[in-house]
């Protein structure tokens, strides 16, 4: 075999060995892939997912309707409760009008409590005479007065509060940890809502 021939197939050999070689070797974007922390997908592809899931959506007259539905039974719950010291619901009420509130006349006592001024006055009579409420005259209408608490009165809505709450108290205690904050989060924005908002009637025009 002549000189020729063998350097001819010399050079056929490392044809054959690089075209090995370039196939066994990785691209750049395989060598990218090799090392993609697991678990960790492609910002794109992040993106995608997010967009992809179902986006929550509130009803507020449905929302409204739940919580009106939820303050009536709260209600109905604590009107069982027996608040003690003769304390009826109209005077725990009343009292807690006056002392949260502060001193009303009468008139204003009736119309909070959505009333008649005569079934008012029948009650701030019983209870004055149980010295819960007393009368003093009304520095900007002498015609009328104004009713205010009593110190006993007071004391008294404080241990009937105690008292009827009790049963509710109970039943936050046995929330854990993570779900009491959640209902005090949930007290507090509903308490924003109802001081931001007026839904007293407007007075008429003229």
């Known amino acids: 075999m002549g000189k020729k021939s063998r350097d001819k197939g010399k050079g056929k050999d490392k044809a054959r060995k690089k075209h090995r070689k370039d196939a066994l070797r990785p691209t750049v974007a395989e060598s990218a892939a090799s090392i993609e922390p697991a678990g960790v997908a492609p910002a794109a592809e992040s993106a995608d997912r997010e967009d992809a899931g179902p986006r929550r959506t509130v009803d507020t007259m449905e929302l409204a309707a739940r919580l009106a539905s939820l303050s009536t039974v709260l209600q109905r719950h ?28 009468l008139g204003d006592l009736a119309a909070a409590e959505h009333v008649r001024p005569p079934t008012m006055t029948r009650l701030i009579h019983a209870m004055e005479a149980d010295d819960l409420v007393t009368r003093r005259p009304n520095p900007d209408d ?9 110190a006993r009165g007071v004391k008294q809505l404080e241990r009937g509060r105690a008292r009827q709450i009790a049963p509710l108290a109970t039943s936050i205690s046995d929330l854990d ?3 009491r904050l959640q209902l005090e989060d949930a007290a507090d924005l509903l308490g924003r809502v109802l001081r931001d908002s007026s839904w007293e009637p407007s007075a008429p025009n003229g």
Request: aromatic residues 0%; without cysteine.
């Open 78 to 105: 604590l009107s069982r409760a027996d608040a003690g010291d003769g304390l009826t619901r109209a005077r725990l009420s009343a009292l807690a009008l006056l002392v949260l509130g502060g001193p009303r006349t």
């Open 142 to 150: 002498a015609r009328s007065v104004v009713i205010e608490a009593t």
């Open 177 to 179: 940890r993570a779900e």
